[in-house]
């Protein structure tokens, strides 16, 4: 039987030739994109969840770390780096250690889930948990690989992008054509801008600029309106200018001075969409809900893009019947302890019985 070959092998004809000499996979891509029935009667629109959490590390990060660990492994670098808040450090060393090379990783000293870490880890990357917020530590790791032969994996590489847009083709292979309109959280805005170039390119509206094998064709009549939700306490480019202290519980985006600002606001304004802020209780609603009558458990940060379509829908802003895709970026097991909390903020604590049928129907209420 045929096995999904990873995003290069797939959609190579759609990127540079540079990050297809030399591969390095996990078998990224090819996540499911799923019905949501309960996000479809809450929203009067006909909605469906990318789920990037199937990811082999359990984010989107995997689209975009195979091509620029492919491109560094094609170029013969030994070690590479990133900043990151969590994820992007667990895929760049899990990709990294396929590839035999050396990966450092400078996160927010506190400020990442324990999963994460616990990755970043076991793969073998040297990591630092620097005295200040991810926007320190990005600076820091574009200063080092300036100065030092190490290559920068950070979304501001553009074969991350290259990577990272194939979730749009992937989308658009399964509708038949591009959505109404795409949701996601956006954090230092990598992805936002990745979605938005792969739309365009599948509509022909423009191709990969570096690969020879560049397709013109359209495969997609038309383009999604794009919709971007930032953490409230996180959201520059809502505000318009970058936020010292950004805040959140959702760790994953508490970004304040995102690299990719002005390729979001283009994808914002080109596709006739929109940049919002959401709360973290609205995050942590969107959380439960995906959870408890979606079935997909996701980390809070991957929660933003169903909290915003759902505070759109609540102001009357979604069409109705519009095809709608919300891409849920990371898994739940990153960072499980927000599910046991109650909406009230209180502990979920289970409930013990002894192992006798009776005792347990009669907790179970079958009594
Ligand atoms: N969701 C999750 C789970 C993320 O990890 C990130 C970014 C985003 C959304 C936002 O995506 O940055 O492309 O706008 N995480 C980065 C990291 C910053 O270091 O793992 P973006």
């Known amino acids: 039987a045929n096995q999904w070959r990873g995003v290069i092998r797939e959609y190579a004809e759609r990127l540079p030739e540079h990050v297809t000499r030399?591969?390095?996979?996990?078998?990224?891509?090819?996540?499911?994109?799923?019905?949501?029935?309960?996000?479809?009667?809450?929203?009067?629109?006909?909605?469906?969840?990318?789920?990037?959490?199937?990811?082999?590390?359990?984010?989107?990060?995997d689209r975009g770390m195979t091509t620029a660990i492919s491109a560094a492994a094609g170029r013969g670098a030994r070690a590479v780096v990133c900043a990151s808040t969590g994820n992007t450090s667990a895929s760049a060393a899990a990709y990294a250690a396929r590839a035999g090379m050396v990966c450092a990783v400078l996160v927010p000293d506190g400020k990442i889930a324990m999963g994460k870490l616990s990755q970043a880890i076991a793969h073998?990357?040297?990591?630092?948990q620097v005295d200040g917020n991810f926007d320190d530590c990005?600076?820091?790791?574009?200063?080092?690989?300036?100065?030092?032969?190490?290559?920068?994996?950070?979304?501001?590489?553009p074969d991350r992008i290259e990577g990272q847009k194939t979730a749009a083709f992937e989308v658009v292979d399964v509708l038949g054509d591009a959505?109404?309109?795409?949701?996601?959280?956006?954090?230092?805005?990598?992805?936002?801008?990745?979605?938005?170039?792969?739309?365009?390119?599948y509509a022909g509206v423009a191709t990969s600029e570096t690969g020879p094998g560049a397709a013109p064709t359209a495969v997609a009549s038309r383009t999604p309106r794009m919709w971007g939700f930032q953490a409230a306490?996180?959201?520059?480019?809502?505000?318009?200018?970058?936020?010292?202290?950004?805040?959140?519980?959702?760790?994953?985006?508490?970004i304040g001075n995102?690299?990719?600002?002005?390729?979001?606001?283009?994808?914002?304004?080109?596709?006739?969409?929109?940049?919002?802020?959401?709360?973290?209780?609205?995050?942590l609603a969107a959380h439960r809900l995906l959870s408890s009558e979606v079935g997909v458990f996701v980390e809070p940060a991957s929660a933003a893009g169903v909290a915003g379509l759902?505070?759109?829908?609540?102001?009357?802003?979604?069409?109705?019947?519009?095809?709608?895709?919300?891409?849920?970026?990371?898994?739940?097991?990153?960072?499980?302890?927000?599910?046991?909390?109650?909406?009230?903020?209180?502990?979920?604590v289970p409930t013990r019985v002894s192992a006798d049928v009776v005792s347990i129907a009669d907790a179970l209420g079958l009594g």
Do not use: C
């Not at 306490?233 to 508490?254: F, S």
């Not at 995102?258 to 596709?271: G, H, K, N, Y």
């Open 138 to 157: 990005l600076v820091a790791a574009r200063k080092l690989a300036e100065v030092h032969p190490v290559e920068l994996v950070n979304s501001v590489n």
């Open 124 to 128: 073998g990357a040297q990591l630092l």
């Open 22 to 61: 030399e591969v390095v996979t996990l078998g990224e891509g090819g996540t499911p994109l799923v019905p949501a029935p309960a996000l479809s009667e809450r929203t009067g629109a006909e909605v469906y969840v990318k789920v990037e959490g199937m990811n082999p590390t359990g984010s989107f990060k």
């Open 233 to 254: 306490g996180a959201a520059p480019i809502v505000k318009g200018h970058p936020v010292d202290q950004p805040e959140t519980i959702a760790t994953a985006i508490r």
């Open 258 to 283: 995102p690299a990719s600002w002005q390729q979001a606001e283009a994808a914002r304004d080109d596709s006739g969409g929109v940049i919002e802020a959401v709360t973290d209780e609205q995050i």
């Open 179 to 201: 959505p109404d309109i795409h949701a996601l959280p956006v954090g230092n805005a990598g992805n936002i801008t990745a979605y938005w170039k792969g739309y365009l390119e």
């Open 310 to 348: 759902l505070d759109r829908a609540e102001r009357g802003l979604v069409p109705a019947g519009a095809r709608v895709v919300v891409t849920v970026t990371g898994h739940g097991l990153k960072d499980p302890g927000w599910a046991l909390r109650t909406a009230d903020g209180s502990e979920v």
